[in-house]
């Protein structure tokens, strides 16, 4: 008899301790919320890698997994085939992802800048825009870089005088130095390493932005993890101003570059001397959107997409 009661007893404190088990769990899943964050192998890219190391999204509550991509395509065939959640990324990726998929993501985030740059050779002829005229420029076709060198170009009137040629990011450098072209539009941290290593000179220089942007689903159903989020966007960039030289070295690691050359171009980004987290904003505000707005105009004018972005279905 009482071996029968024990036995019931047993019994009822394992479905007990179940129950606790269960609720437990969910809380954690509550308090954790997972979220798939990607990134390109540019410098927005030390944003993330910094989020990752510092254990940043963590410390907000979430359950956060990194992808690193070589190149914007694939990271934005990811996006669309529902395998992210959230990309830190710059401006062409998100005009050509919207003018593809309307209403798919939001931009939700200005996470400051760096820059890319035309350059040419020490010895190059060409000391102004004008002496562009006949020449071959080298650029990688359906970046922010194109646009903005497209956009120039009709400024300076050489539109129809100068020659782009589509070369891959990662052979700007060897086209410029063996001759193949007279000029490339390149990004940092390429510009500083150029000027460093062969004394190449910088004719024009744009900033290159950069955004997070995130799934327009994930916003609606994970509204707390979308919060926090944010929060660690901001934290982040607050980590990397506070703690260069640490962010530096995680992210030269990453791109196989050294410390000093990150932290030197960093210093392009007013987020990088903020003293405190007040100091930084990462708001979508009216300027910015008006800014995104003109970008997707000059895209599609300038037949890099096919159709014209829905802005109203963007932010």
Avoid: C
């Amino acid at each position: 008899m009482f071996e029968g009661i024990s036995h019931r007893k047993g019994i009822a404190a394992a479905i007990i301790g179940l129950i606790w088990l269960s609720i437990a769990l969910r809380t954690a899943s509550a308090d954790s919320a997972s979220i798939r964050i990607a990134f390109p192998s540019g410098m927005n890219g030390q944003i993330v890698v910094t989020m990752d190391k510092a254990g940043i999204a963590e410390k907000e509550g979430l359950a956060p997994t990194f992808t690193e991509f070589q190149y914007g395509p694939p990271m934005m065939e990811a996006l669309a085939a529902g395998s992210i959640d959230a990309v830190v990324t710059s401006l062409m990726p998100v005009t050509t992802y919207a003018a593809k998929i309307p209403g798919d993501v939001k931009v939700v985030a200005m996470l400051g800048h760096s820059s890319y740059s035309l350059m040419v050779a020490k010895d190059s002829a060409v000391v102004a825009p004008a002496g562009l005229a006949g020449r071959t420029v080298g650029v990688s076709f359906g970046s922010d870089s194109h646009l903005d060198a497209l956009v120039w170009l009709k400024d300076e009137k050489l539109d129809d005088k100068v020659k782009l040629v589509n070369i891959a990011p990662e052979d700007l450098v060897t086209s410029l130095i063996d001759r193949s072209v007279d000029a490339i539009v390149i990004r940092q941290p390429q510009v500083l390493r150029l000027q460093q290593q062969s004394g190449a000179r910088i004719l024009r220089t744009w900033p290159f932005r950069f955004v997070s942007i995130v799934k327009t689903q994930f916003i609606a159903s994970h509204p707390d993890a979308y919060q926090k989020y944010l929060v660690s966007l901001r934290q982040s960039l607050l980590y990397i101003a506070q703690h260069q030289q640490q962010a530096a070295t995680w992210f030269g690691a990453d791109l196989r570059i050294s410390p000093d050359v990150v932290m030197a171009v960093s210093r392009e980004d007013s987020n990088y001397a903020a003293a405190n987290l007040s100091a930084i904003d990462i708001s979508v505000t009216p300027a910015a959107r008006d800014l995104i707005t003109k970008w997707t105009e000059e895209a599609y004018d300038n037949k890099m997409i096919k159709k014209k972005v829905d802005i109203g279905e963007l932010f």
